[in-house]
């Protein structure tokens, strides 16, 4: 809906696979903790991007 949001989300789509392949602990396959603040980085720029364009009364 916001063509300015491309390239953020772009980023973000890999964060998808966090819903599902490191949920439980000890799995084998566990993400590094650089990927892991990588991941988390990227996360809370989508969300204060998107937080930035709501409306100030709809806003945390």
Same mark, same amino acid.
């Given at each position: 809906?916001?063509?300015?949001?491309?390239?953020?989300?772009?980023? *973000?789509?890999?964060?998808?696979?966090?819903?599902?392949?490191?949920?439980?602990?000890?799995? %084998?396959? /566990?993400p590094?903790?650089?990927?892991?603040?990588? *991941?988390?980085?990227?996360?809370?720029?989508?969300?204060?991007?998107?937080?930035?364009?709501? %409306?100030v /009364?709809?806003?945390?």
């Amino acid at each position: 809906m916001d063509p300015t949001l491309k390239g953020l989300i772009d980023r *973000a789509v890999p964060l998808t696979e966090y819903a599902w392949k490191f949920r439980y602990p000890g799995e %084998p396959e /566990e993400p590094s903790l650089q990927e892991a603040e990588e *991941a988390l980085a990227t996360a809370r720029e989508v969300c204060t991007a998107i937080v930035a364009r709501l %409306p100030v /009364e709809a806003r945390p």
